[in-house]
């Protein structure tokens, strides 16, 4: 990053110069931000990043027109140049326009008065930017400024809920649920109905639950909004689920996966045909295990396809289907047609159900390797969920070659822990919206089947069994892995024992 003098504003502006380096200067101020309309700012990469007694400091690159910077300095007097790398200067630009968006709170003390309800008729694009969106009507920027906050916040979900007499909107962030905001009940319906018109429901029904899709920008990062409403005594709720398709984050060690772990797991997922399993409740990152799973696959030699519901990231060279219960395209039926396309490898996004679990097993014992998730609270109980379901245990001993289960503990916020008695503790913060943790990592038990485990499975032996040979053959449970975390002051020994159930 290098500077410019400043220049009055009815002169041409001054040439780059200097040899100040970006480390040296200061984020970039929202509040300055907000001088210049965010459209503006980001296709004529020019950013006002501070406000000084002598004029405005403004970043540039080498892409900025010098009309745009010629503009600027005629509406605002002085200025002072700082040339900024071009990438550098855009994520600047999204990060300050982000952080100077109002927060849901703020946003509610404007919305609370008179709701014009033929506004949310309005049309919207089918890929909006919402830091473009300043000028809509109050409920729209509202809901703007709920997923704005949510994704800069991390939220994988956005809970929107009727009671008697208030509405309530929570983020479910690091796994748990917190108030964000309470808006009056007279905006709840406004509310419903334009989050319906953007996933392209039907506002008139409100007896039905129904499911929809929002694609939308924000700060230049795609992110995807799963809909869910249902109907209640006091209204519709509605529920968001954020899904961020950044696949460059999809990285095992990244994860939290001790490099051991990691080591047994790319033995698994190296072998020509099997079934590898990913297990563990609702929200517990088996999903996004599994593609940083694919993303270690080669696959420029082999044909690496998928069934999801919903497809979460875009990986660039798999072939990805997307369920789709409506129509009839199930996972069994998308995973059929998926066999007859010469695939190498199958990742299946859940096995629900009997039929799917007999194509899985069958696909893996006629050549392919197949990677798949199923609910379960840990490894060895993978087994018996498989039987249960009436997969015969003599298949499933031929096919299985490991079973990965997986928890999140939470982080420990950074700024705000506090050691006691050798240990680290939570205390809350404004940084980690006073919860005391900030962010999550992975703890995993991998179960490696051997031909002592194939015999458990053969005759049909308690899952107490089959974790005993595991433990016998080297397998660390959950509790066991998690001890690391708790050693490196990651997270603390009572987010551990909510997590794992250990003692």
Same mark, same amino acid.
């Given at each position: 990053?290098?500077?410019?003098?400043?220049?009055?504003?009815?002169?041409?502006?001054?040439?780059?110069?200097?040899?100040?380096?970006?480390?040296?200067?200061?984020?970039?101020?929202?509040?300055?931000?907000?001088?210049?309309?965010?459209?503006?700012?980001?296709?004529?990469?020019?950013?006002?990043?501070?406000?000084?007694?002598?004029?405005?400091?403004?970043?540039?690159?080498?892409?900025?027109?010098?009309?745009?910077?010629?503009?600027?300095?005629?509406?605002?007097?002085?200025?002072?140049?700082?040339?900024?790398?071009?990438?550098?200067?855009?994520?600047?630009?999204?990060?300050?326009?982000?952080?100077?968006?109002?927060?849901?709170?703020?946003?509610?003390?404007?919305?609370?008065?008179?709701?014009?309800?033929?506004?949310?008729?309005?049309?919207?694009?089918?890929?909006?930017?919402?830091?473009?969106?300043?000028?809509?009507?109050?409920?729209?920027?509202?809901?703007?400024?709920?997923?704005?906050?949510?994704?800069?916040?991390?939220?994988?979900?956005?809970?929107?809920?009727?009671?008697?007499?208030?509405?309530?909107?929570?983020?479910?962030?690091?796994?748990?649920?917190?108030?964000?905001?309470?808006?009056?009940?007279?905006?709840?319906?406004?509310?419903?109905?334009?989050?319906?018109?953007?996933?392209?429901?039907?506002?008139?029904?409100?007896?039905?639950?129904?499911?929809?899709?929002?694609?939308?920008?924000?700060?230049?990062?795609?992110?995807?909004?799963?809909?869910? $409403? =249902?109907? @209640?005594?006091?209204?519709?709720? +509605? #529920?968001? %689920?954020?899904?961020?398709?950044?696949?460059?984050?999809?990285? /095992?060690?990244?994860?939290?996966?001790?490099?051991?772990?990691?080591?047994?797991?790319?033995?698994?997922?190296?072998?020509?045909?099997?079934?590898?399993?990913?297990?563990?409740?609702?929200?517990?990152?088996?999903?996004?295990?599994?593609?940083?799973?694919?993303?270690?696959?080669?696959?420029?030699?082999?044909?690496?396809?998928?069934?999801?519901?919903?497809?979460?990231?875009?990986?660039?060279?798999?072939?990805?289907?997307?369920?789709?219960?409506?129509?009839?395209?199930?996972?069994?039926?998308?995973?059929?047609?998926?066999?007859?396309?010469?695939?190498?490898?199958?990742?299946?996004?859940?096995?629900?159900?009997?039929?799917?679990?007999?194509?899985?097993?069958?696909?893996?014992?006629?050549?392919?390797?197949?990677?798949? $998730? =199923?609910? @379960?609270?840990?490894?060895?109980? +993978? #087994?018996? %969920?498989?039987?249960?379901?009436?997969?015969?245990?003599?298949? /499933?001993?031929?096919?299985?070659?490991?079973?990965?289960?997986?928890?999140?503990?939470?982080?420990?916020?950074?700024?705000?822990?506090?050691?006691?008695?050798?240990?680290?503790?939570?205390?809350?913060?404004?940084?980690?919206?006073?919860?005391?943790?900030?962010?999550?990592?992975?703890?995993?038990?991998?179960?490696?089947?051997?031909?002592?485990?194939?015999?458990?499975?053969?005759?049909?032996?308690?899952?107490?069994?089959?974790?005993?040979?595991?433990?016998?053959?080297?397998?660390?449970?959950?509790?066991?892995?998690?001890?690391?975390?708790?050693?490196?002051?990651?997270?603390?020994?009572?987010?551990?024992?909510?997590?794992?159930?250990?003692?």
């Amino acid at each position: 990053m290098t500077s410019a003098a400043s220049h009055p504003s009815n002169s041409a502006p001054a040439p780059a110069g200097g040899g100040a380096s970006s480390s040296a200067n200061p984020p970039p101020s929202p509040l300055a931000a907000r001088t210049l309309p965010y459209g503006f700012s980001r296709n004529n990469q020019i950013l006002v990043a501070h406000q000084h007694s002598d004029g405005l400091e403004v970043w540039i690159s080498e892409r900025t027109p010098a009309a745009a910077t010629a503009e600027v300095a005629r509406n605002f007097g002085a200025l002072r140049l700082v040339t900024v790398d071009a990438a550098e200067l855009a994520l600047a630009i999204s990060s300050a326009y982000a952080r100077q968006e109002g927060s849901a709170a703020q946003v509610v003390g404007e919305v609370e008065g008179e709701v014009d309800l033929s506004l949310l008729m309005q049309d919207i694009p089918e890929i909006e930017d919402l830091l473009e969106s300043e000028d809509d009507a109050p409920i729209i920027r509202m809901i703007n400024a709920l997923l704005t906050q949510a994704a800069r916040e991390g939220a994988s979900d956005i809970h929107i809920e009727p009671f008697e007499n208030a509405s309530v909107v929570r983020f479910r962030v690091d796994g748990t649920l917190r108030d964000v905001v309470r808006p009056k009940k007279a905006l709840h319906g406004a509310l419903i109905s334009r989050i319906k018109i953007m996933a392209q429901l039907d506002i008139a029904e409100k007896r039905l639950p129904q499911d929809g899709r929002i694609t939308l920008r924000v700060g230049g990062r795609p992110v995807d909004v799963r809909v869910s $409403t =249902l109907p @209640t005594g006091h209204g519709e709720r +509605a #529920v968001l %689920r954020m899904l961020e398709k950044d696949s460059q984050r999809l990285n /095992l060690e990244a994860l939290g996966m001790s490099r051991d772990t990691q080591a047994q797991f790319d033995k698994l997922i190296s072998k020509p045909h099997g079934i590898v399993l990913v297990t563990g409740p609702t929200g517990s990152g088996k999903t996004t295990t599994l593609y940083a799973a694919l993303s270690r696959l080669e696959t420029e030699t082999s044909n690496i396809m998928t069934v999801e519901d919903p497809i979460e990231y875009d990986l660039s060279g798999i072939g990805q289907t997307q369920v789709n219960d409506r129509i009839g395209m199930t996972f069994a039926r998308a995973l059929r047609s998926i066999l007859r396309q010469d695939p190498d490898i199958i990742m299946i996004g859940e096995i629900r159900d009997l039929e799917t679990a007999q194509i899985a097993v069958q696909a893996s014992l006629t050549g392919h390797l197949v990677l798949a $998730t =199923l609910h @379960t609270n840990d490894a060895a109980s +993978a #087994v018996t %969920r498989l039987t249960d379901m009436g997969v015969e245990p003599y298949l /499933l001993a031929s096919s299985l070659l490991g079973v990965l289960a997986q928890r999140l503990v939470r982080r420990l916020c950074p700024a705000c822990k506090v050691e006691r008695d050798g240990t680290w503790h939570p205390v809350g913060c404004e940084a980690c919206g006073r919860s005391g943790y900030a962010g999550r990592r992975g703890v995993y038990e991998l179960l490696t089947i051997d031909d002592a485990i194939r015999t458990l499975i053969h005759e049909q032996k308690s899952d107490a069994e089959v974790l005993a040979a595991g433990r016998e053959g080297g397998m660390h449970t959950l509790r066991e892995d998690a001890d690391r975390w708790i050693a490196q002051g990651y997270t603390s020994l009572e987010e551990v024992i909510r997590v794992t159930g250990g003692d």
